[in-house]
């Protein structure tokens, strides 16, 4: 069993549409990571929590300790959102992030 | 500036060349990263510096050398590469670890073929 584990793998959307992606962990956390990935490119930070919820334009991402479990919300979904999600946790231990599978999503106009 | 940059951002080699990936940081950040992705999967951490000093190297083949020569730029040297280490390589920087929870900002990673 993977320490994180992300869902859906993969996720089709209507443009408009409210995406939830979810994220379990299995190990003590300090923080939480959600990181965007363009086809072909780098990765760009949009979240780090440590507890409860932070929004970012369009974005929310919650975080519920106790459950191990995090959630990313894309409000008001666009094409542009197309890309792969992934949600990496920093041990307690260290800087070391442990990241999950990703999940891909697609937007279609 | 809150930017990590990597160059090149394509690299094509033989098996017998060397060649050196670079990337740097002007955020004071004092750990830097190297990781390995393949298509459709997350990241691999290979190498971590943390004050210009190697701290975690994840068992990396000797074929890939990290090199911190200042605590902006952080080099991987590649010599006697094998196809399968074609990927992405990414680089990453964050405050020192610590008990502190340091967000890592990735550089737009370059892009290796093996031949």
């Known amino acids: 069993k993977n320490e994180v584990e992300q869902s859906p793998q993969n996720l089709t959307a209507q443009e408009g549409e409210f995406i939830t992606i979810n994220c379990s962990y299995s190990?003590?956390?300090?923080?939480l990571h959600w990181l965007q990935q363009h086809p072909g490119g780098g990765i760009v930070s949009l979240f780090m929590?440590?507890?409860g919820k932070k929004k970012h334009g369009r974005l929310i991402a919650t975080i519920n300790i106790q459950e191990k479990h995090s959630s990313l919300h894309i409000t008001a979904s666009h094409p542009r959102d197309s890309a792969v999600y992934i949600c990496a946790v920093q041990e307690t231990s260290g800087s070391r992030l442990t990241f999950g599978e990703g999940t891909q999503l697609t937007v279609n106009p | 500036d809150t930017e990590v940059t990597q160059t090149p951002k394509h690299l094509v080699m033989g098996m017998t060349n060397k060649k050196s990936l670079k990337c740097e940081q002007h955020?004071?950040?004092?750990?830097m990263y190297w990781y390995k992705q393949k298509a459709k999967k997350p990241p691999e951490l290979m190498f971590v510096?943390?004050?210009?000093?190697?701290?975690i190297n994840e068992s990396v083949p000797s074929r890939f050398s990290p090199e911190c020569p200042n605590s902006s730029l952080l080099n991987l040297h590649l010599h006697a590469l094998q196809p399968e280490d074609s990927a992405l390589y990414l680089c990453a920087s964050s405050r020192p670890s610590g008990r502190l929870n340091n967000e890592q900002f990735f550089g737009p990673g370059t892009r290796l073929t093996v031949l």
């Open positions: 955020m004071g950040h004092r750990a």
């Open positions: 190990v003590g956390i300090s923080a």
């Open positions: 510096y943390s004050y210009e000093k190697l701290s």
């Open positions: 929590l440590s507890s």
